[in-house]
């Protein structure tokens, strides 16, 4: 189990990646955010994005689920999150694209009130398959510390 304890303010990590499907933007978009330009090629040619583009949510939500799929493999004591910060999409993205996420840690704060928990603060970074970033964001992580050892018997 990997513990906020064994994590650095430095850190950095390549999450995954996502490959972007027309259907599942269509099905994100009819679902969650049925704006024209997110479900129609036609609609969508009219806009500054010029073609279909993922929804700025359907990109949270890949990107989501790059970063918990690693968690769980990784095995990190992962405690949930209470939000995240300064969330921005940076360009559109589109069928056929290949997501990368990445973090950099940029703050550990052992909890006072609860010394089993700290938070992790991360600067985060989704780039398209041309290294061009599509959406960043500071992650707000709580995380297990590792568990105290008994001292051993005399």
């Known amino acids: 189990m990997k513990y906020f304890d064994d ?3 430095g850190d950095e990590t390549i999450f995954g990646h996502y490959d972007v499907t027309r259907e ?3 099905e994100f ?6 704006q024209p330009f997110h ?3 036609e609609a969508a040619a009219k806009t500054h994005f010029g073609r279909l583009a993922a929804s700025g949510w359907h990109t949270c939500a890949m990107t989501m ?3 918990a799929r690693f968690v769980v493999e990784d095995r ?3 405690l949930g999150s209470p939000g995240v910060d300064e969330l921005r999409w940076l360009k559109p993205v589109y069928p056929g694209d290949r997501l990368t996420v990445r973090a950099s840690i940029v703050e550990k704060i052992p909890s006072r009130s609860k010394p089993q928990i700290g938070v992790i603060r991360s600067r985060n970074i989704v ?3 041309h290294g061009v ?3 960043s964001f500071t992650s707000i992580v709580m995380m297990q510390r590792r568990p105290l050892q008994p001292p051993p018997q005399a």
């Open 127 to 129: 780039s398209n398959q």
């Open 65 to 67: 689920a790059v970063i």
């Open 39 to 41: 479900l129609s090629d």
């Open 7 to 9: 994590l650095a303010v």
């Open 76 to 78: 990190q004591a992962g």
């Open 24 to 26: 599942e933007v269509i």
């Open 29 to 34: 978009a009819r679902k969650y955010d049925p």
């Open 133 to 135: 970033d599509v959406m």
